[in-house]
Structure formats: C-alpha cells, structure tokens
C-alpha cells in the first residue's frame, strides 16, 4: 500500500500545478460560461454522440433530478437535445448539438494548446518523464478498473464504473 504522506505531497503539487495553469489559462476559461458540471456531461456525451439519460446518472454518479438540472441548462443553450426513444418513450437519451461538439472539441483544444506549451519548454528528456507519468497513471486506471471491491479506502473510482454505486 502506498505511503499515505508520499500521496498527500502528490496531491498538494498536482493542486499547485492546477493553480499555475489556472494563471494561464484563467481568462479563456472564463470565457466559457460552462459549469464544471455541464462540461462533464459534454465530454461524457461527446465520444458516442448520444446516451441514454440512465448511463449519464450511472456514470456521474449523482441523482436523476442532479443531472435532470443539468441537461436542462445544456438543453437551453442549444448544446444537447433530449429525445425520447421511439421503442420506449421513457428511455430518454441525450444527443449533443454542433455547438455542443464544438465548445467540447475547443476545451480539448485549449487543454493540448496549454501542455504543448509546457512541454515546449522542456527537455527532451524530461518530456520521456512526463510520457512516463502518463503511462504509469494509465496502469493505475487499469488496475482501479480491474479490481473496483479491493480499493483502498479514500480512492475514487473510474467514471463510468457501475460498482461504485
């Protein structure tokens, strides 16, 4: 098990590095006039383009009327539609609009513009250690993934697993 000290020291300097980025990026941000809330249910629905408004609750983890709220602010902004299916009108899917992909497609835009900026001004070899961060996380997810009953008290789940409900 991992040294609970080592953890919080990661986690106090992952905070520091988000409040450095926020200095960077903090007027673009603010330009958006999007929830952190509402851009979840964005990226969530973005990938398969629609989703049922049962897997959207599923997958956030939070109530029917939570995400209800939120689809309804999305909605009213022209950035997802809600339709009912035609074989059972009360499976509700969500579907992003145009606008909805493209405000999407543009956070993860700003986001690759930010680190390309950073890594820019790195060396090649501490890029190899940012590359190596990456793929040491993404073992981590797999293993959170693999074996959901057996984490360790105070680790979050992986979105979308049906476990941690």
Request: proline share 6%; net charge negative.
């Amino acid at each position: 098990m991992a040294d609970r000290a080592l953890i919080e020291d990661v986690l106090d300097r992952y905070e520091r590095l988000n409040v450095r980025l926020a200095d960077v990026s903090g007027p673009t941000f603010l330009g958006l006039d999007i929830t952190m809330p509402q851009a979840k249910v964005l990226y969530l629905v973005r990938v398969p383009g629609s989703i049922p408004m049962s897997d959207l609750v599923a997958r956030l983890g939070v109530t029917v009327p939570t995400v209800t709220g939120i689809v309804d602010h999305l909605v009213e902004r022209g950035l997802v539609v809600r339709r009912v299916t035609p074989a059972d009108r009360r499976r509700v899917v969500i579907e992003i609009t145009p606008a909805g992909v493209d405000l999407i497609d543009g956070l993860r835009e700003l986001n690759a513009t930010q680190l390309r900026g950073l890594l820019a001004v790195l060396d090649d070899e501490e890029i190899r250690v940012v590359r190596s961060f990456f793929d040491v996380l993404d073992r981590g997810l797999a293993r959170l993934a693999a074996t959901p009953a057996d984490l360790p008290a105070g680790a979050a789940r992986p979105a979308g697993d049906a476990g941690s409900r």
